[in-house]
């Protein structure tokens, strides 16, 4: 069983930059792949980016390529989502979450990952 637990939301202008942390206990962290997602009132749960369990491979929704980097560090049991020249259309709840699938395929879809975080709200007014 593996505990999540999201922090560094919060309200930023437009065009500037806010990092978020993802921390992982009660679990083997190493051996999920983790990912961010994001969500909307009404709106599905939408993909942003993936991370491979050791790291070495990354994959990015065209909507954030260029401007978010996710990145994790085993040592810390964290995984980090770095977004930078934020938009208003960047505005949602941001989750991680954890899979056990080996397969980079499976990181887009929320229904592949086991454990979820409980949220953090990230607002960029317009």
């Known amino acids: 069983q593996v505990q999540l637990k999201e922090s560094g939301g919060g309200l930023v202008q437009a065009g500037n930059s806010l990092r978020l942390s993802c921390a992982a206990s009660?679990?083997?962290?190493?051996?999920?792949?983790m990912g961010w997602f994001r969500q909307v009132p009404g709106k599905e749960r939408e993909f942003v980016a993936s991370?491979?369990?050791?790291?070495?491979?990354?994959y990015y929704a065209n909507s954030v390529k260029g401007r978010f980097t996710i990145s994790r560090d085993n040592t810390k049991n964290t995984v980090y989502l770095q977004m930078n020249s934020l938009k208003p259309e960047d505005t949602a709840v941001y989750y991680c979450?954890?899979?056990?699938?080996?397969?980079?395929?499976?990181?887009?879809?929320?229904?592949?990952?086991?454990?979820w975080g409980q949220g953090t709200q990230v607002t960029v007014p317009s």
């Open positions: 979450a954890a899979s056990s699938y080996r397969g980079s395929d499976y990181w887009f879809i929320a229904r592949n990952y086991d454990y």
């Open positions: 991370i491979s369990w050791s790291g070495d491979m990354a």
């Open positions: 009660g679990g083997t962290f190493n051996n999920h792949a």
